[in-house]
Nanobody, 120 residues
Framework: QVQLVESGGGLVQAGGSLRLSCAVS????????MGWYRQFPGKQRELVAT???????DYEPSVKGRFTISRDNAKNTVYLQMNNLKPEDTAVYYC??????????????WGQGTQVTVSS
């Protein structure tokens, strides 16, 4: 079993900042891609940002320059620093990770989701 536990969501005013964290646990993990998605009410989950083991990041255009994704490979943890938040960033944010567990079994797992609400 691979578990992802998120933290850091909450309520913030427009222009403010939040930092999301997601810790991944499991047996003998080798994590390739870590990332964050978000889901607006009544919409499908959409990509926010991803980061590779080597630290190469990719962003959805609307968050580029405002959000920064990073990871600590020693802690199997991914972060999302969100600055200059806008009301349209209000959503449930999910972390995701893909790789191998126990050296041989592919996994792709999701966190439980954390609510981010930006007030105007």
């Amino acid at each position: 079993q691979v578990q992802l536990v998120e933290s850091g969501g909450g309520l913030v005013q427009a222009g403010g900042s939040l930092r999301l964290s997601c810790a991944v646990s499991g047996s003998r993990l080798s994590i390739n891609i870590m990332g964050w998605y978000r889901q607006f009410p009544g919409k499908q989950r959409e990509l926010v940002a991803t980061v590779t083991t080597g630290g190469i990041a990719d962003y959805e255009p609307s968050v580029k320059g405002r959000f920064t994704i990073s990871r600590d490979n020693a802690k199997n943890t991914v972060y999302l620093q969100m600055n200059n938040l806008k009301p349209e960033d209000t959503a449930v944010y999910y972390c995701t990770a893909r790789g191998l567990r126990d050296g041989m079994f592919n996994f792709g797992s999701w966190g439980q989701g954390t609510q981010v609400t930006v007030s105007s």
